[in-house]
T-cell receptor
Framework: AQSVTQPDIHITVSEGASLELRCNYSYGATPYLFWYVQSPGQGLQLLLK????DTLVQGIKGFEAEFKRSQSSFNLRKPSVHWSDAAEYFC???????????WGAGTKLIIKP | NAGVTQTPKFQVLKTGQSMTLQCAQDMNHNSMYWYRQDPGMGLRLIYYSASEGTTDKGEVPNGYNVSRLNKREFSLRLESAAPSQTSVYFCASRGDGYTFGSGTRLTVV
């Protein structure tokens, strides 16, 4: 079955600390992978995406993610978080020829001052 | 600004009432989507339209209908609202990635 798992419902980090949000997927075709961020009361904004090529991809707001095919993972990282990064983060997987994305349930990031 | 526009932003319905959620995009994208978002469940696809003139069911289509009016517009209709349809609804269009509207918060009482 196709699925996306974000194992952490909530993560709390101190401002200035590093961050890693986990995403594991199960998908039968070559995956196209996405990370989106949702601030409270807002829509979803694309942080970054992986289609092919270099497995380390850079996104907006200083985020990066690494695609590891052997581990079926696409973890999101940031070296130093800011209070404005507090939001919910969603991982999603799809295929180029498929019009549907499969979404993880999200990870809520809480920033401690 | 280019993007996806949804209306209304908020709506309260009584059980059995009907309503249509409107969505328009100005990015010339072919495919458009309607999702619902419920706490702890991520996004679930209701319907999508791969191109103008076509629509297909997603994961949770029951109780909803859609119309792809033209390339820009994709509406979602609730014919007889139920409390289980209380949710936040997002419209999206697909280009290189997916662009989302700001959402409609719907409460059915």
């Amino acid at each position: 079955a196709q699925s996306v798992t974000q194992p952490d419902i909530h993560i709390t980090v101190s401002e200035g600390a590093s961050l890693e949000l986990r995403c594991n997927y199960s998908y039968g075709a070559t995956p196209y992978l996405f990370w989106y961020v949702q601030s409270p009361g807002q829509g979803l904004q694309l942080l970054l995406k992986y289609f092919s090529g270099d497995t380390l991809v850079q996104g907006i707001k200083g985020f990066e993610a690494e695609f590891k095919r052997s581990q079926s993972s696409f973890n999101l990282r940031k070296p130093s978080v800011h209070w404005s990064d507090a939001a919910e983060y969603f991982c999603a997987v799809g295929a180029k020829s498929n019009y549907q994305l499969i979404w993880g349930a999200g990870t809520k990031l809480i920033i401690k001052p | 600004n280019a993007g996806v526009t949804q209306t209304p932003k908020f709506q309260v319905l009584k059980t059995g009432q009907s309503m249509t959620l409107q969505c328009a995009q100005d990015m010339n994208h072919n495919s458009m989507y309607w999702y619902r978002q419920d706490p702890g469940m991520g996004l679930r696809l209701i319907y999508y339209s791969a191109s103008e003139g076509t629509t297909d069911k997603g994961e949770v289509p029951n109780g909803y209908n859609v119309s792809r009016l033209n390339k820009r517009e994709f509406s979602l209709r609730l014919e007889s609202a139920a409390p289980s349809q209380t949710s936040v609804y997002f419209c999206a269009s697909r280009g290189d990635g997916y662009t989302f509207g700001s959402g409609t918060r719907l409460t059915v009482v």
